[in-house]
C-alpha cells in the first residue's frame, strides 16, 4: 500500500472518529469503563510509536540534537496551547479551571480546533516514513477522538439543550484535523530533510505530551479493574506487530 493509497484511508477515519463521539455525546450515553479502555489503548499506540518509530526517524533524518530539540517543541507546544486556550479534558467532560460553557463556547472551539491541527499533521508521517505508519497514528488519533467528541457534545447539549446544533459543533473539529493533515501532507514533500526530522520528532513529543498529561492520567482515574492495563498493551503490541509489515 503506497502513501497516496493510503490517504483516503486516513480521511475516511479522522471523519467518522468525531461523528461517533459527537453522536454518542449528543444522543446516547458511553460508559467511563469503555472511555477509559478507549483511551489507554491510544495512549499504548502513541506512545509506542513516538519511542519505536518516530524518535529513531528522527535521528536518521537529522541528528540527535535536532531530534531533542523537536521533541521539547512538540511538547511545548502543546503545553502552550492548554495554558493559553480552554480545553476539555475527557476526565470530568468540563472545561479546565472551572470554566463556563454558555461563556466561552468559541473559545473552548477556537481551543479544540488548534488542539487538532498539530494531531492532522501527525497522521501525514506517512510520507517520509511506512504508510502503515501514518494509518497506525490515525487510528490511534481516532480512537482518542471518540471521548473527546462525547466530552465536546455533551457539554454543548447541556449548555443550549439542542442535540443537532451540539453534534454538528462537535463534529466541526474534524476540520482542523484534516486541513493538519493535508497542510503536512504537501509540507513533508517540499522542505530540507533536517526540517522533516525535527518536525517528526515534534509530533513525537506532541503525542508523548498528549499520552501524559491526558490520556493515562485519566484512563487510571477511572476504576476499570485491569481492562485499562490489557487495552494499553495492546495499542503497543499493534504498533510492533504493524512494525513487522
Request: aromatic letters at 6%.
Amino acid at each position: 500500500m503506497t502513501n497516496f493509497d493510503i490517504v483516503p484511508l486516513i480521511v475516511a477515519i479522522s471523519i467518522i472518529s468525531p461523528i461517533i463521539g459527537s453522536a454518542v455525546g449528543a444522543f446516547s450515553k458511553s460508559s467511563d469503563a469503555q472511555v477509559s479502555v478507549m483511551l489507554s489503548f491510544a495512549a499504548g499506540v502513541m506512545l509506542s510509536i513516538s519511542f519505536l518509530v518516530l524518535i529513531p526517524r528522527g535521528i536518521e533524518l537529522a541528528s540527535v540534537p535536532l531530534c531533542a530539540f523537536g521533541i521539547c517543541c512538540g511538547a511545548v507546544i502543546m503545553y502552550m496551547l492548554d495554558k493559553v486556550l480552554p480545553h476539555i479534558h475527557p476526565e470530568l467532560c468540563s472545561p479546565e479551571h472551572g470554566r463556563n460553557l454558555k461563556k466561552t463556547a468559541v473559545y473552548l472551539m477556537v481551543g479544540i480546533f488548534l488542539h487538532n491541527f498539530p494531531e492532522g499533521m501527525a497522521m501525514a508521517i506517512g510520507v517520509v516514513a511506512a504508510p502503515t505508519v501514518s494509518l497506525t497514528i490515525a487510528v490511534a488519533i481516532a480512537v482518542q477522538k471518540v471521548p473527546e467528541g462525547i466530552c465536546t457534545s455533551g457539554p454543548y447539549l447541556h449548555a443550549t439543550g439542542n442535540r443537532v446544533k451540539s453534534f454538528l459543533l462537535s463534529t466541526s473539529t474534524v476540520i482542523p484535523l484534516l486541513a493538519g493533515f493535508a497542510f503536512a501532507h504537501h509540507l513533508y514533500q517540499v522542505i530540507s530533510t533536517d526540517l522533516i526530522g525535527v518536525i517528526i520528532a515534534a509530533t513525537a513529543g506532541i503525542m508523548i505530551y498528549i499520552s501524559a498529561d491526558e490520556l493515562i492520567p485519566t484512563s487510571c482515574s477511572i476504576k476499570t479493574h485491569h481492562g485499562t492495563i490489557f487495552s494499553f498493551m495492546l495499542g503497543v503490541l499493534l504498533v510492533v506487530l504493524l512494525g513487522t509489515l
